[in-house]
């Protein structure tokens, strides 16, 4: 299993193990997430007509908490993919699901992680002596209350709205 991938985007994330039978510093890995939001899976196995790539992509899917359709599932590659021994066709659900669910898991707790820093450093400012006070995000003329009533209603704003005269 070759090392992650070098040029990896920023603000990628991936869960990865040290590869137990091969070089130090050789890494495996099992989710990748990248800047935009893709999500790769990395199984050892192959697919041998029990559809162990669609079922592995909705067990991604459900604990990421994302579309099926942004999981590609990536089988058997040996240059991209843990060693997980042979495949055997049925028993690849029993083998590989939990430690694919649990680097999805763990993916997503950092995600989460990441975000709630984020908000808290977001909030820093607004959370002054205890109280919350909130920035105001737009001032719009008082001819423009329907655009401001607009905003409010998409929830496309963080603060307060003014209309001043």
Not at 97 to 118: G, M, N, S
């Amino acid at each position: 299993m070759a090392a992650p991938d070098p040029d990896r985007q920023p603000g990628s994330l991936s869960v990865i193990r040290a590869a137990g039978s091969v070089a130090e510093g050789v890494f495996e890995a099992f989710i990748r997430i990248t800047a935009d939001g893709a999500v790769t899976a990395y199984n050892g196995h192959v697919d041998l007509g029990t559809g162990i790539r669609t079922a592995l992509g909705q067990i991604v899917a459900e604990e990421l908490d994302v579309s099926f359709a942004r999981v590609v599932v990536v089988l058997g590659d040996t240059s991209l993919v843990p060693n997980q021994g042979a495949t055997i066709a049925s028993e690849t659900i029993q083998i590989s699901a939990v430690p694919l669910r649990k680097a999805a898991a763990q993916a997503e707790y950092v995600r989460a992680e990441a975000a709630a820093r984020q908000a808290s450093a977001d909030l820093a400012g607004p959370l002054a002596d205890g109280r919350l006070k909130m920035p105001i995000d737009e001032v719009f003329a008082f001819a423009q209350v329907e655009q401001a009533m607009g905003k409010m209603a998409r929830n496309q704003h963080f603060g307060k709205i003014v209309l001043r005269h």
